[in-house]
């Protein structure tokens, strides 16, 4: 597991596993850290009950973190009314 992200990409890296429709392999995309990684650092990073929360969510079928159990209809990453994002930095248009 990847120790060295900076506050801000470890802020990142948590609010994208939040997000119900970024997958894990966005994640992975971004920050080369794979599903059981990101599951690590969500445990070591939030309190028991939140990691808890969460892990139910991402299990119960109501999430679309696993894009072989996602909706074949949703082809991007991110909502379309995000700002683009190339590289986990906003783009200027």
């Given at each position: 597991?990847?120790?060295t992200f900076?506050e801000r990409e ?10 119900d429709?970024t997958?894990?392999e966005a ?7 794979s ?7 969500m445990?070591?990073n939030?309190k028991?009950?939140s990691f ?8 119960s ?9 996602r909706n074949p ?11 683009a994002?190339?590289g ?6």
């Amino acid at each position: 597991m990847n120790n060295t992200f900076s506050e801000r990409e470890l802020d990142r890296i948590i609010e994208m596993a939040w997000e119900d429709r970024t997958p894990f392999e966005a994640i992975e995309f971004q920050f080369g850290t794979s599903e059981k990684e990101v599951i690590k650092l969500m445990r070591a990073n939030l309190k028991e009950s939140s990691f808890k929360r969460w892990r139910k969510r991402v299990n119960s079928g109501v999430s679309q973190k696993h894009l072989k159990k996602r909706n074949p209809d949703i082809s991007r990453f991110k909502s379309s009314r995000q700002k683009a994002i190339s590289g986990n930095k906003i783009s200027k248009r």
